[in-house]
Structures are given as C-alpha cells and as structure tokens.
C-alpha cells in the first residue's frame, strides 16, 4: 500500500496512528465516556458520524477560504462550523429521533469540544488530503475513536469486578490503562507501510 | 432565578489560588487531557503551550465576562468558540513568528487549544457567571494551574526521556534515555504516576485528619 | 446432526469426586429402633405444610395419618410409631427456621406391631385414583428435592409424557441407600414402576443407574421379563449424573430447556426409592413413616444403612452408629450438595437420604479465599454450562441482579461442582445461593 | 458422640474438595519452565543466568513491597510472581543490562499486577507489560543479540550485562566478533528472513541453536513443558493450538502465494518467541478469556495478529504485541461468547 | 486594505449565516424541557437513594417541579437547602415526619445462644443460609454485618456484641437495610416513636429466654399495663399499634421481665424489672 | 410555565435580532482581530520559513549561499512564480552565481509515520550530497540515527543518481543493501537496527530521482541560467 491509498490513510488513522493512543486527541472523553461499554458504544458511532460531517463541512470551507484567500479564518471557520453542526445534529435528532437522540445524544455537546474532531479537520487539510482521503481519514479516525473506547470501556467494566487498591483507583488508573493500550499499539507501527 | 443564591464572587486570593490545586485543571478537574499529554515531551514545549493556554484563557474569557449579559443563550457556545478561536489563532500566529521549531514541536496542539475543554468549561462556567475581575484572577490561577501540571509532566518526562531538562544535558554522554518517556505511552504512564501520588498522599492526610478527629472526639 | 454426532452417551462437564461408597454399600440395610420421642414436622415437602388432625394427648397408631394435606400442592403425614402426642409447636428445623412440628411420645417396642393401612387393590385403580393414593401416602420425592410425588404425575396438559426414567444414580459420594434399595427390593421397585407407568400412561421406563453399581443393574435384569418395557442401562459414573436434566440426557439424549420441567421432553424423573416405596405402600394403603438412611463417613462408628422411622432425632441415629471423638460436622444428605445442622434436635424427613459425619474441616478444605484466577475450571465442570467465575464475580461485588438476568444463575440447580474444583477456594455455590435469596427477596417486596 | 457439644461445624455445600490449588498450578508451570531456563543457561551462559535471577528476585522483592504498601496478605507463597520473573527473564536478550532487567521487573510487578490489586485482578500479562515497557524504553538494547553457544561463556559475562545503572551499554560486536568463529550477522532468524529473504534451517530452529531472547530457543524443550502442563490439566491446551493454528492459518495463504517472499508456515511457528508465548504467556488464565469459544476466538486472534504483525508491521516479532492486544479485547471477547445454558436451543 | 474588509465580511456573513441557522433551528426543532428541573437538580445532594420514594434524584426534581412532591421529602438534604429549593420554586417545604431505621432485635453475643461455628462467606444472608447460621434465636440477628455494608450513610455500626446500632442523625430512611436484612429486623419507623419491641421471637416463655437472655417470653405485662390496645400479644409476641402512639407512655415496659420492651428517648431505657447484663464477652458455643 | 409562555420563549422576537447581532457582531469582531494579526505577523513568518529552507537548502548543497525556487511542470522546467502547479525545486548558487545543486523534497513511509525529507543532487557529478529531515516521528534512538549516525551520512557523500540514456528513469535505481556490504555508488548502506527507516530513505531518493534527474539534466540550462 504507498503511502496516499484510502486503504493506508483508513488504517493509520485508525491504528498506526491512532487518535487517541498515539496522537492524543480527544482523551477527554476518552477518559470520561469509557467507564460502561454501551455508552460507549453509543459515544463511538456518535463521534463517528460527527467526525464524518465536520470533514466533509471542512473540506468544503477549506475550499472556499482559499479561493478568498483567507486562510488565516480557517481555524475560526472550521471550529464555528462545527459548533453549529453538532449542535444542529443535536437538535434534529432530539425532534425526530428521540430514540436516536436518547442514545447519542448527550454525548454530543461533548463533542463539540473533542480535539479529535477539529483534529481531523486540521490534519486533513494540513496533508493535503482530497476530498476522498479526507472522508477515508475521517471514517479512520472515527473507527480508532471506536476502538479505544470500546477496549477501555471492556477492562474498566471488567475491573469494577476487581478489587482494585484503593489509590489507583479512579483517574490514575483509567491513566495507566490508557497507557497500556498505548504500549500494545505501538505493536502496530509501520503497519501496511510496505518495507521491502 | 431569582430565587437562587447570588453567586458572585468576590475577588480573594483564594479565587486565585485556587486554580493551582483545589481545581486544578488537569490533576483534579482532568480536564485539557490533550495537550498536557501531547506536548509534554520536553520541558520547553510545555512551559509555551502552558503560556499559550493561559493566554487564550484569560483573553477569552475576560471577553465572554465582559459581554457576559449581551449574549443570548441560544448562540452562547457559538460564540464562545468564535471568541476563543480568534485568541488561538493571534497565539498561533505569534508563535509562529517567534520561532518556527517551537511552532513545529507544538504541532498542531495551538489550534487544538480552542478546543481545549478547559477554556470553554470556564467560560461557561465561570466567565458567564463573574464580572471581569473575578474572571481574570481566576482565569490566571487556573492557567497557572494548567501550566504548573504540563512543566510537572514536561519536567520528568524530559529528564528521563532524554536526560536533559529545558535542553541542556544533565547526565553526560554515557546516560542511557527512556525513550518511552517521550513516546505516547509515556505520556499516559508519568501522568498517572503524578495522580498515583497524589491520591495517595490524599488518602494519606485524609487518614491523619481521621485520627485527629477522632482523637479530639476522645478528649 | 451433529449434535448426534459429537454427543456422548452422557451430559457435558461433571466432576468425578472419590466415591467412599465402598463404607456402605456392602452393608444390608438394618432396622433402627424407634427413639422416645419422634418429631414429625408438619412441613417436610415442598409445597403447603400439611393441617394436623390430631390434639396434644390423643393416642395415635402407628401408620395413622396425623395430619392432612391442604389442597393439592401438599401432602398428608403419618405416625411414625403408636404413642401418645406431646405437643404440636414449633421445632428446629435443617434449615434454620423452626416449624410446626407434631411432637409424638412413643409407646414400648411390643406396641410398634399393630399398623394402621388400608388395602387397596391396586391393579383396578384407575390414573386419578392412583394420583390420589399416591397422595394419600404422603409421597414425596425420596431422591432429595422433597417434591410431592402425586403433583409430578399429573404433568401440565400440554406436555405429553412419553418415558418414565427412574433415577438410581446416587451419585453423591459416600450415599448407598439407592442401590442397597436396588438389591433388596428389585420387585417392589419394579411393582412402583409399573403402577407409575400406568398412571402416566407410558409404554417405557428405563432406570439409569451408573456404572459403578453393576450388581444392581444385574439384580434388577434379573426381575425383568424378555422384551420388558422396562429396561436398565448404566451410565457413566460422574458427579451429578443423578440430576434428573444429566440423566435424562445420558439416557434418551433429550435436553431439558433451561426453566423447564422434565416433562416438556416427555419424561417423569422418580428416584429409585421413590418407586420402590411406592410399589411396597400403595397396596396396603399404608403411609410413609420410614425411609432408608445411609450413616457414614469418617467421623461415624458403625456406619450402614438404616431403616429409620421418620422424626426421629438427628441425635438419636447418632448415638445408634457411633461417633467418634473428633466429630465435627454432620452433613444431612451427600456431602456435595447436603447441609450441615447445628441442632441435633432436629428430625430425620421423608427426604433426607444420609447422614454424613466428618471429622476435621480442614481436611476437604483448603486455605482462603483467593481472587478468581479464571483458570476456567469452573466453566469446564458445570452441568448446566454456566459461567461460574464470571457469577462469582459479580456476586462479589454485590450485582445479583446482572447475575439472574445476563448469566442464568437461576439455572444454576447448585450442584456445587463449580465450588468442588476451584482453585482459588472460592464458595461459588454459596454465592449464588445468597444471590439467588436477595433475588427472591427482591422480587417478593417488589 | 451423643454430646451436641462435638458437633460445631456450619458449611455451605459442597463439602468436599477436589486437592489442586492455585499454588500448586503455579509451581507446577515454574516445574515445566525449568528445562527451558536450563538449556537457554546452557546455551548463552552465566549471563542468562544472572538475568533470570535478576527479573525474578525483583519481582519478588517488588511482589512483596507492593502487597506491603496496600495492605494484603503476601502472596509470594503462589508462586505466580515466580512465573512472571522467569518469563520475563526468557524474553530478554541473552546480554540485556540487569538494570534494565530490573526496571522491567519492577514495571511488570507494579503496572502490570500491583496497580490491578494483584493475582487474578491483573488485565495484562505482567511480564509482557514489563517487556513491552522495556522494548519501547531501551529499544537498542533489547534488540542487541548474540549468538549462542560461545566459547567461554561459562567463564566471561557478555560485556553488557553489567552495565552500571542508568548508563548506555556498550556495544558488543566487537567482543562477538572476538569469540566467534564464523561471522555473526546480529540478525535473528526472524530478521533475516524478514529483511533478507533467508530461511534457518528447522533443525536449528527445533534445538534453538539460534541468535535470540533468551527463551526463545529450543521449541522441543518448550513444547515438552507445555505437553507436560496440558496433561495435568493446569494449562488450556486450547490455547496453544489456537494460536499455532490462527499462525498457519494466516502464514499459509502468503506462503502458497510467494514462497521466496513469505516464509513458510512451520518457520512462522518456529522462530522467534511465539512457541515460548503460545505455551507458556498465551495460557496465563488471569487475562485471557474463561468461555470455551472465547479461548478459541483469542487464540486465534493471537496467532493471527501475530503473523501479520511479523509480514506486514514494522517489527520482526509481533507476538508480544499480539498477546497484549489479545488482553486488551479479553473482556470484551468474554462478553459475546458467554457459553450456551444446557439445553438452550439455538434460535432459529 | 481590502483583505481586511474580506476578512472581516466574511467572517460578519459566517456569523449571520450561523446565527440564522441557528435561530431557525431554534424555532422549527426546539423541545421544550424545564430549565428549573436542572436547576433544581443541581441543588439536591446526588445521593439517588430514593429516601424520597422516587428512582432518584433527577426525578425527583422532575416532580418537585410539576409539584407532585414537596422539598421537605427528600431527607438527606439538608434543611436549609430544601429551604432554597422550596423558595425557588415559590412552594411549601412540605415535611415528612423524619424516620428512622429500628432493629427488632437486642441478642448481641453476649445475651444470645449460639449453637453451630459458621464458617463460609462472611454475611448474614450466608449464614442464614446454611442451618439458620447457628444462632439459637431463629428469628436474631446474626451479627454478620450485612447491614452495616448496605448502608450507603454510614449510619450502621457494629457494637462489640456484634449488634448493628443506628446512628439516628446519619440515617437518611433509605431502606436498604430494612431489604437485606436476611432476617426482617429492621423497620423504618417515625423517629418519634417511643416505644419499641426489640424481639422478633416467637417462642414462649423459658423457651424463648434459653435461647435468648432480653428475648420477649410472652408474659404480656407490658400488654396488660400500656393503656388501651396499644399493646396486644400476638403469636406470643408484643405488638405496638402506632395508632394508638398518642398514648404511649412508659407504664409498658416498666414491668417487663427481660427488658424486650424498650422506651426509646436520649438513649435506650428498659423497665426496673428488666434482667441486668453484666456479660461483657460472647456466650461460648452450646 | 404554560404553553403560551414557552412559545413566547420560543418565538420572542427581540431574541431573534439579538441572537443575530451578538454572532454577527462577535464574528466580525474577531475577523477583525485575525486579520490584524495575520497581517502584523506575516512578515516575520515569511521571514522564518525562508530561513528555515535556506539553511536546509545550505546544508544538502554545499557551497550555495543564495537560491532561487523553479517548478517542474508537464512541459519541463520553469521558474517558480505564483501558481506555477508542479514539484518545486530549489536551486543553490555560490557567489559568483553559479549552479552548486538543486535540492528537492522526498518522502515515504517510515516505520512511525511518513518521513519527509529536502535533499541536494549536484547535476554535475549526477549524485546526491545530502539531506536533511523535514519531519519525522521515528523513535528516537533508533529511527533518528539517519541524522546521526556517521556511517549513514557517508553514503550521501557522493550518492550515484545518473540520469538514463533514454532520458528517462535511472540508469542504476538506487538500492539500499544491508549494513556493510556496499560496493557499488549507488547503493545505501542502511542501519541494523534502523533498517525499516533507512530503507525508507533509499526508497523516497529512488522514486524521486527516477522522476525528476532526467528532468533536471535535459532542462540543465534553464536553471543554470538561474539569477
Ligand atoms: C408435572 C410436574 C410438575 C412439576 N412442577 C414443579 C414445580 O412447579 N416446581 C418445582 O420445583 N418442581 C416441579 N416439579 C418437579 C421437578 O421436576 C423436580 O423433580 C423438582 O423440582 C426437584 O428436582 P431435583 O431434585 O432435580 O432438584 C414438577 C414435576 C412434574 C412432573
Ligand atoms: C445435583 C443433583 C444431583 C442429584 N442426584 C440425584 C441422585 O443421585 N439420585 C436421585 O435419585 N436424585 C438425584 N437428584 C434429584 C433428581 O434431580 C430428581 O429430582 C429426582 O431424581 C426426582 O425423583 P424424586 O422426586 O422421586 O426424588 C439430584 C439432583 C441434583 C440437582
Ligand atoms: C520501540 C521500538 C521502536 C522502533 N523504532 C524504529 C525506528 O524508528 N526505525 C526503524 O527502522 N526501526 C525501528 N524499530 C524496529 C526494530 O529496531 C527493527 O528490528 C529493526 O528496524 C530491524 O532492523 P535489523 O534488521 O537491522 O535488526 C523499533 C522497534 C521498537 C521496538
Ligand atoms: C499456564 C500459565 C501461564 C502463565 N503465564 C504467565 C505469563 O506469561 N506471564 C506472567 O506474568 N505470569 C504468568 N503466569 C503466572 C500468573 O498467572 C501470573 O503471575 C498472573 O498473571 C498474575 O496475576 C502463568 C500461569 C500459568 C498457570
Ligand atoms: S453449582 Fe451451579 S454453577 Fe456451579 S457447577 Fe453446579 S450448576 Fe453450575
Ligand atoms: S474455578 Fe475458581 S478460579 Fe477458576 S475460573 Fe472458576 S471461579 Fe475462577
Ligand atoms: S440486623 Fe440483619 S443484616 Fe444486620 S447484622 Fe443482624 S442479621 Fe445481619
Ligand atoms: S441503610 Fe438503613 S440505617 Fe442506613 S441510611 Fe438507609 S435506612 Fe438508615
Ligand atoms: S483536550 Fe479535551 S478532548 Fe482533547
């Protein structure tokens, strides 16, 4: 796979280099929404689908400050944009699907401010991505989201049955399993770069 | 609401202090996480993405006390974000023109700082709420605060990731680096490390004040 | 398809625990004398306690009924012995709450010789009726569950009972009443089936009977007709082979659905004991006032097998086999799924198969409770295949709820091989026990 | 006994026990580690030897002040700690400095087990934290091989065995190039066939006459442990399968493919660590899943990711990071294959 | 000069174009929901043990709202608190006669038989499993200490007879310990009422005090000199009838023999005639 | 509240303007304040970023003191101007202006992530003389030895890349081989023990030069020409 193929970009972002263990973006609700597995189940397809919207709102901006010349707005644009996508995301959903809407979307303000989706907005247009390895890039980076938070939710969950001292209890240990997982992933890289 | 309490703060130095431990950002607020964690490989990068922090912080949210009453609250995150994004991009812009390494060590964490959850959470939080006194102190003590925990990770993830402290060598030649010190997962393990503690000396005083209670119960 | 090719001729899991049958099982079953007084509790079964029909100071008969069922879902009692009635108050019960018990003061040796019964003549009885004097003996499941015996006959409508399996595995270690039973009495055994299977209506019966009792199964081919509809078939010797949903699938290869009755697979399960009473009781229409207990262990004198008249105290049986000085805990029923009793005032019932005694506790128990180290043990000897470590622990951390409603505890019947091969010491069995109390609990207040 | 006064005794059922004990489990695996710590001590010398000493004491001695520190009952007497130090000692390279050794003891002891609240509550496997911890620490240090059977290493250490704390080693090719005959490439087998396309013979591979960790040597001695350990039922032989079979079963299309390319699938199951981990790390009970389908499922997770790890990343050897990441989703592999009640039918 | 005036239109245009989006959002998706519940909320102490008799605290502030519920009827909170609540919202504090958790029983391990060593999981649900846990008394306290891990409050402490005490000031009423007690000790009870039976034995007579030294024998004094029908004995047992609580004086429990009776008020007080513990230590094994 | 307070609360006309207002006013306010920024600092960006190549540009060609940045279009060789679409292409001069190399931008994927990297080919010799790393996430200590380790260097001291006959490709690809067995000029001695990152080097050299030397060394003249 060279180094630009949607294959690539998809796995890198979501397990070379994965957002949140070995491009610590958006830990905060890494931190905060891995404590019960379905929440974040829920929390994973929600930033998904967020991430998925703002790439392709990003790419359009992006598009559009560069033909005004005015690229120094980008961050303002995207961040603003954004904002207002989440929160009309939240809004529709609340009025026509408060299933939908009761699963995900509490989860949603907090996206608003989650680095990882402005860091995918950034990053895409910092590389230079087309607007297919944009979308690849953000469904990566998504899917990592997903995969983090479900392997932290799984070993939290499991160790509410353990009798965990009481110290480590908490953040500090949310911490280092974090850590952990950073040091397993690292089994990854290079991964799909072809090294012959 | 009239019926709630008035919650107006008058300006002490705890309104300050308390940024730097009781609520601090990163340590008991965890909140930030990004940044503190990414950019805490050397000892310099996280002294300027602490600055930096501070700056936005105060700037943004000197602005948001100030128009604290003007802004409807249909359109306050909207706003709140521009405002923050404006400070973010005048510091990314300055660090830029001060020196492009440092720029290019920070990465792309300056933008990230308008996302920062710390800067919003206050703003929502505090500035909306304070008049501008109140919120510049306190928005100094907390940007303290976050800076204080980025140079306490910066600090020995550079010592033992590399040996050196602020880029000068400690050890000599021969001294042998941690290079997961300065790789992500290092990041993860010092912070932890530094939460370790610090229940664990909670739980220590906690003890004590226990003992004392109940030895002044006996008496 | 291939499940018929990979199962084997019995259940999945299982332990196989030394068997110390070898104490008892040589040993005829004796008659004990009948101690002064006998405590006949009003509730020994599962279902409602049955309504005395005797006052303080009436003289009874042996074999009388002294009590009567109330309703369907009971059974009546009978005087174990002619004496004279103390008292009916509460008393010690095996399992801890006292109960409603008929306190008998028996009369000298000479008088046990009258009896009190009834002959019916069996053979002309119709379904209900033998449904009805099988009630009237005060029948209840001998094989341990206490469960009146007349209810199991009269399966729901719609399940359409096909096999009678008569259970005589015994396969708790150390009991060897069932197949002394097996070898004494193989015609009562095979009169109790025959008169059950025709108030089933079945065609077939099959007794299962492990493959370490053989003589049994030789004994009882013996009493059999060429082409019988009866059969007898061994089945592997393994721990709890004579839980009726194992057995079941060792004999017909039919699995009993989780929360189901035997019957939704067309088969009535009865113990061996069960039957062979019956066959003995039913034509003389006499009730059931003894039953065939099996003493041993290591902590016993003279262990055998009796013949004890139900009421008699615990202490009474005791004395009669001898125990020795470092006795130290008396287990009523096997010692894998039995309890052991602090008061040895309480009364021997219609369901209490054996009585073991062991001496010091550290012997079967080792060291403390360790954190699960999900050797998967546990897993890999559960009948029922259940998660035990993962029951363990979320009972540990209090969640019974997720317990009953993610892991089936419910279907755990508590057979205690979980328990038996954990590494680590941890009382599995008796934490699903706690779970499945608050459960009920729970359940009641809600 | 007529007396009540003798009778005391209140249990819950079951009243009997069958005799085997987590300690005894533990000792048992120490017993069936030993020949593999022998020959590697046989091969490499007094410095493996020092090594294992070293990881082992340390986590004992880390083992004891951590169940000091929280407050629970020493658990030295289980024997795992003893597991762990050994193993750990078996996946470093022959001449790793002791400190470094040390260091990753103590990490595996305190990340890997004391944080979690000791035996049993630990998600990852202890000694492959404390080695994973190692290898992303000193990352030159760990992958400095030498070959095995030199001359004289009964009577001289490897030069950077005793490196003082904290410091560089030193490099040691020159000192190889001093004791061996032919010259010695620094590569292990998986390297050489990775980089270079050149297969070791198996005989080699089977005896472990071969450059490499210092337990990843004679795949006879290991499998023989493992034979021993699945016999007394104190080990899942599930396990083991599983992952030599999810290696096959990923190794074997590539291989068929281009034979020159990839390598074929018993030098996959032979080389580097993966016979030491499959038998000996795969199978530590406390991380990997207890639902029969969930060991089938992470072991051929890990068998799996291990061989693309190794033909696709960027690492010669991947099954470290395999078993780690086969921890990771343990749970979450337990939660979708709980086990079938008896009797439940498949919906249909 | 003219990217300036870019700049600053662009950014003037994004900004209306938001807030229009936003404002037509605002209207066309808008669900209503109470501010004044999260206001309300934020004041109620988190605690979600439903003293108040709801699922938890969010609902309660949910009826607190509608005025379903009055503040008063959450009793962790504390008063002054309710208070602002009550105000806030413009309603009664409302108040709920305070209650406490009551133990029906008073066999310690000094007073109270024992018969059987119970070995196994240390909890009363446990022992009470396995042969009634040995206890004499069937219907005592086991003295495991289910409830004072149960209780979220810490208002449950073990004496040294291995007797749960409540601490009237901790408990909330939660109710948690009156549903794990494997025994059906507790009760919730108005803190005001005096007089309490602390036997749940059923046996009579010397019958009822070989197993237990303060066990209610059933002798029905405290029945025949409480006024009224305040007192009755029923299956051998005294029962108040809080109904008649108006009356209640301490003429009951004055002649009671074993002290089962008690008068609750600064401390527990027993009749003149009550038995006097002096046992200090544990009865041994019988 | 009852229903017709909600919908005043919903449908308050004062609220809308003043929402309107508030974002629009706040937004360009802050336009105003970027854009007084970015125009205040630019200079010193600029400044920065020219510094920033120079001195990479100085290093992998040495002897240049002054550049001048052409573009490889479809149709060859032009000077860099703004909108020129192509892969820009630095040249170094020396004093007296003349050509002392050309430098171009590389990169691959190395065993974290992409490494990019500016090196300098001398069209006269037709060998690459350097590089240098642009940006990199290899580990360091191991990955970060292409910049220090002496050895490494050695092979850029004079890296063959001659253009092919056919005037297209390499005549000789450049091909990294294992550490010390390098006997002919277009090989790279790669690094045990960093082999993964070295061999991305030799890869991103081979398919740049294979591309770009035949360009450089038919349109020679045109940058010769340079100042
Ligand atoms: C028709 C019929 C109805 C039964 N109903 C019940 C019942 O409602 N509850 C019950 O526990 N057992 C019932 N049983 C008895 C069970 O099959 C079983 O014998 C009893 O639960 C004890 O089983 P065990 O000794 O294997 O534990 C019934 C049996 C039959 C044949
Ligand atoms: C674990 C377990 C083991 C059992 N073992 C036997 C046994 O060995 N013999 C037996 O007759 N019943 C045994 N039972 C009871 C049977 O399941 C079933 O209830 C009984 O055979 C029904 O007959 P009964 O009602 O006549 O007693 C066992 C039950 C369980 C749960
Ligand atoms: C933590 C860690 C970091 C590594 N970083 C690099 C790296 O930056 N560059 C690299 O080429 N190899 C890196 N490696 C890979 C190994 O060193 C690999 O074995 C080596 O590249 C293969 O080269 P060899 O054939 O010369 O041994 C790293 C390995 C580990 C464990
Ligand atoms: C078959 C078997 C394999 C084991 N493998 C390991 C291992 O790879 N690493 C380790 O630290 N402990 C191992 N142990 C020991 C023990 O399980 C380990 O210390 C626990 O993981 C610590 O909680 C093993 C134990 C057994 C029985
Ligand atoms: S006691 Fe329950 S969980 Fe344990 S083996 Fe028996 S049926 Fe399974
Ligand atoms: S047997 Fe015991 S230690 Fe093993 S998995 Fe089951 S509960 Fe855990
Ligand atoms: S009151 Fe109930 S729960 Fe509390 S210790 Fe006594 S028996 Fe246990
Ligand atoms: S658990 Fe019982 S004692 Fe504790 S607060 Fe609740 S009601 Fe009161
Ligand atoms: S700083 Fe909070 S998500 Fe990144």
Known sequence: MTADSVGYIFMNAAIVNNFVLAMFLGICPFLGISAKRDTAWSMGLAVIFVMLVSSICAYGINWMLTRFEIEYLRLICYIAVIASAVQLVEMTMKKYSPALFRALGIFLPLITTNCAILGVALFQTSREYSFTQSVAFSLGAGVGFTIALMLMAGLRQHLELAKVPSVSQGAAMTMMLAGLLSLAFMGFAGLGASHG | MSGLPDTTEKITLDTFLRGLWEENPVFVMLLGMCPVLAVTNSAINALAMGLASTFVLVASN????????????????????????????????????????????????????????????????YASKQPLGATIINGLGIGAGFTLALLSLGTVREILGSGSLFGVALFGENFQPWVVMVLPPGGFFVLGAWLLIFAWVGQHRQQRMDQQEVAQHDS | MLNALFSSRSFKHGVHPPDFKALTSGLPIRRLPFADKLIVPLSQHTGKPSIPLVKPGQEVVRGEPIAEADGFFSVPQHAPATGRIENIRLMPSARGPKIESIILQVYGGSTQQEMYEYRHDVDAMNTDEIIQAVQNSGMVGLGGAAFPTHVKMKPPPEHRVDTLVANGCECEPYLTCDHRIMLEQPDRLIK?????????GVERAVIGVEDNKMDAVRVIQKHLEPNDTISVMDVPTKYPQGAEKMLIQSVLGRRVPPGQLPSSVGVGVFNVGTLAQSGELLPLGRGVI???????????????????????????????????????????????????????????????SGMVVFEHDQENHQGPELPCI??????????????????????????????????????????GSCTYVCPSNIPLVQYFRIAKSVNRDMAAKA | MADSRAVKSLRSSPHLKQSVTVAQIMRNVVFALIPVCAWSVYAFGFSVLLLLATTTLVCMLSEAMFCRISGRTSSLGDWSIVITGLLLG??????????????????????????????????????????????????????????????????????????????????????????????????????????????????????????????????????????????????????????????????????????????????????????????????????????????????????????????????????????????????????????????????? | MLNIVVAVGFMAGLGLILATVLVIANRRLFVYEDPKIDEVEDLLPHSNCGACGTAGCRVFAEKLVVGELQPGACTVNSAEMNQIIANYLGVELGSQEAQVARLACAGGSNVAQRYGDYRGVESCRAAALVAGGGKGCAWGC???????????????IMDRHDLPQVIDDLCTACGDCVDICPRDLFSLQPASHRLWVACKNLEKGDLAEAECVVACNGCGRCAADAPGELVTMVNNLAVIDYSQNTHASRVAIERCPTGAIVWLEGGVHKGQEAVKIVRKEALPLK | MSQADINTAVVDPGLTTRMLRTLGLVAMLSGLLVVLTYRFTLPMIEENKRLAIERALFKVIPGAVSRQDFVITEQGIRRAEQNTEGVTLYAGYDQEGRLKGVALEAAAAGYQDVIRILYGYDPYCQCIRGFQVLKMAETPGIGDKIIKDADFQQNFVALEARAHVSGKGLEQAIVPVKHGTKTEPWQIDTISGATITSKAIARMLNDSAQQVVPIIQKDLAIVEAGL
């Open chain 3, 290 to 352: 003894e039953r065939v207990v099996t003493v041993s262990g290591p902590g016993v004198e003279r262990p055998g097998n009796y013949l004890v008249p139900v009421g008699t105290p615990v202490r009474f049986l005791l004395e009669h086999a001898g125990t020795t000085a470092d006795a130290k805990e008396v287990i009523l029923g096997g010692p894998m799924m039995g309890m052991t009793v602090s008061a040895l005032d309480v009364p021997v019932t219609k369901a209490m």
């Open chain 3, 374 to 415: 999900r050797c998967g043990y546990c897993l890999s000897a559960c009948p029922m295949q259940l998660n035990p470590s993962m029951l363990g622990m979320l009972a540990t951390s209090s969640d019974y709820e997720t317990m009953a409603s993610d892991y089936h505890l419910n279907d755990c019947f508590e057979c």
């Open chain 4, 90 to 348: 078996l996946t470093l390279p022959p001449g790793f400095p002791l400190w470094m050794a040390a260091v990753a003891a103590f990490v595996a002891v305190g990340l890997g087990k004391a944080l979690f609240g000791g035996l049993g509550y630990n998600v990852m496997n202890p000694a492959l934290v404390g080695r994973a911890f190692v290898q992303a620490a000193f990352p030159v240090a760990i992958t400095t091989w030498s070959p095995p059977f030199l001359p004289g290493r009964f009577t001289e250490l490897i030069p950077s065995t005793l490196t003082a704390p904290f410091m560089m080693p030193e490099p040691i090719d020159a000192w190889i190039d001093q004791k061996s005959i032919d010259a010695f490439s620094g590569a292990t087998p998986l390297a050489l066939q990775k980089f270079e396309q050149v297969s070791t013979p198996l005989t080699e591979l089977l005896t472990g006459t071969v450059s490499g960790s210092a337990g990843e040597t004679s795949a006879i001695i290991i499998l023989l442990g493992g034979i021993y350990l699945a016999a007394r039922r104190m080990m899942d032989w599930r396990l083991p399968v599983g992952v030599m079979l999810g290696a096959v079963i990923v190794s074997l299309p590539f291989w068929l493919l281009d034979a020159a390319r990839y390598p074929d699938p018993l030098f996959v199951l032979l080389s580097g660590g993966l016979m030491l981990a499959a038998v000996f790390m795969v199978s530590d009970m406390v991380a990997s899943p207890v639902t029969p389908l969930g060991v089938w499922v992470y072991a051929l997770f890990i068998g799996m990711l291990t061989v693309v790890i190794r033909l696709f990343g960027g690492l010669t050897e991947g099954v470290m990071y395999a078993i780690l990441l086969g921890n990771a989703i343990s749970p979450l592999i337990s939660l979708v294959t709980q086990p079938k009640v008896f009797g439940e039918r498949n919906k249909s």
């Open chain 2, 62 to 125: 000197s602005l948001v006390s100030l128009m604290r009453h003007f802004i409807p609250k249909q359109v306050r995150i909207a706003t709140y974000i521009i405002i923050i994004a404006t400070f973010v991009t005048m510091v990314d812009y300055a660090i830029q023109a001060i020196s492009l390494d440092l720029y290019n060590a920070l990465g792309a964490f300056i933008q990230l700082i308008v996302v920062n959850c710390m800067i919003l959470g206050r703003a929502e939080a």
């Open chain 5, 142 to 156: 086991l003295g495991l200490a289910d409830c004072e891990r149960v209780c979220d409050f810490d208002a449950i």
């Open chain 3, 192 to 200: 109790g089936i025959r008169l059950f299977m025709r108030a089933l």
